[in-house]
């Protein structure tokens, strides 16, 4: 079995280089060099603010929202070179406690904290914007929890 892996692997690896040699310039064959540029190059509207935060905003408040799909939210948003507004962490905590994932409702705000860096007003600003949820919800920081000492 390992061997027809590795035969199908070495397959896979010989017709990506015999495609690659047939097309050296990468251009997909019947298609021209305009089109190709305009995929390249094309950059689309740019989102606002506005319009990113409620995206996240009404991703985290799906009612069937999953755990699968908080996490990928969650990374995709990590992914970003941004911390995000305190009403997309809301709507994420509310998704945690949808799905009675308290572990996810504290990274979330470790994460939040590592992602604010070399900004120190940044995190306390987002748990004072978020007290009011965490009281609600029963969210305990991870200071109150004592992780930042560890």
């Not at 699968?68 to 305190?86: A, F, Q």
């Not at 990274?107 to 900004?119: M, N, Q, S, T």
Request: charged share 25%; with cysteine.
């Amino acid at each position: 079995m390992l061997l027809g892996r590795r035969k199908s692997g070495l397959q896979l690896r010989r017709w990506t280089v015999i495609s690659s040699a047939k097309n050296p310039g990468c251009v997909p064959v019947g298609l021209s060099l305009a089109v190709l540029h305009a995929r390249c190059y094309s950059h689309g509207s740019q989102e606002s603010d506005e319009e990113f935060d409620a995206r996240w905003v009404t991703y985290f408040n799906k009612p069937d929202i999953d755990a699968w799909e908080l996490r990928k939210g969650i990374n995709t948003l990590v992914g970003y070179d941004l911390v995000p507004e305190p009403k997309i962490i809301d709507a994420a905590l509310r998704a945690c406690r949808r799905l009675n994932d308290f572990a996810s409702a504290v990274r979330i705000l470790e994460v939040v904290k590592d992602k604010a860096g070399p900004h120190k007003e940044i995190y306390p600003y987002v748990i004072q914007e978020l007290r009011p949820t965490l009281s609600e919800l029963g969210i305990s920081t991870p200071e109150e929890l004592g992780l930042d000492k560890a």
